[in-house]
Each structure stands twice: as C-alpha cells, then as structure tokens.
C-alpha cells in the first residue's frame, strides 16, 4: 500500500502563489517506480489532470495550466510539488495527488483511469 498526504491548499486572491505538496509513504512506495500527478476538480466538473513527472524527471503538463504551475518532486523526501502561480479564479479546486504505476499513469492525457492511488484532496480557492 501506498499512502498520499496532500498539504498547502489555500485561500489567495487572483495573482497569487501557493505551493502544495503530497508526501508519500508506506512498504509498497519508491520514488523510482511511480508516475507521480496532480489532479483537481471544480464544484460540479471532473476531475482533470494538471501536471505530472515520471520516474526520470521528464513533466508534462495541462494545456490550461501549462504556463503558470511547476510540478517537481524530491526523492530523498518522498515529497511531490506542485507550484502556482499567478493564480486565477477558475483555478479554484479541490487538488488532488496521485501515483501510478504504470508509465505516465497520471499524467493530463491519460484520464485518471491509470492511478493506483488517491492523496486527500485539499481545497484551493482563488478570488477576484
């Protein structure tokens, strides 16, 4: 079993920056063999994918986020991250971590299908 725990979801006025992070954990989790996402869904919208990074570093993004959000990871941590900035109200969400463990598994083009495990999600709210 792999276990997500997400942080760093906020309140920002549009312009602003927040960074969320998701530690990973338990017997079945190496940084190096998992695809490892970021997701979100709007109030009453599906759950897209945002950004994700695979086992070498190579990232793929949004085509909506692609130029405002960075997603990275820290192996020795266990940690992934996902940057944004310049932040907008339509970005407001409920952010979610995900890892798979098929290759690009979470990735924005591959639906959520592929994911083998969920984070909680945490709220991101941008006003105007």
């Known amino acids: 079993q792999v276990q997500l725990v997400v942080s760093g979801g906020g309140s920002v006025q549009a312009g602003g920056s927040l960074r969320l992070s998701c530690t990973a954990s338990g017997d079945a989790y190496n940084p190096y063999s998992y695809s490892m996402g970021w997701y979100r869904q709007a109030p009453g919208g599906e759950r897209e994918g945002v950004a994700c990074i695979e086992r070498d570093g190579t990232t793929l993004y949004a085509t909506s986020t692609h130029d405002r959000v960075t997603i990275s990871k820290d192996n020795a941590k266990n940690t992934l991250y996902l940057q944004m900035n310049s932040l907008k109200p339509e970005d407001t969400a409920m952010y979610y971590c995900?890892?798979?463990?098929?290759?690009?598994?979470?990735?924005?083009?591959?639906?959520?299908?592929?994911?083998?495990?969920w984070g909680q999600g945490t709220q991101v709210t941008v006003s105007s």
């Open positions: 995900a890892a798979s463990s098929r290759y690009r598994g979470t990735c924005p083009n591959r639906g959520r299908g592929l994911v083998d495990y």
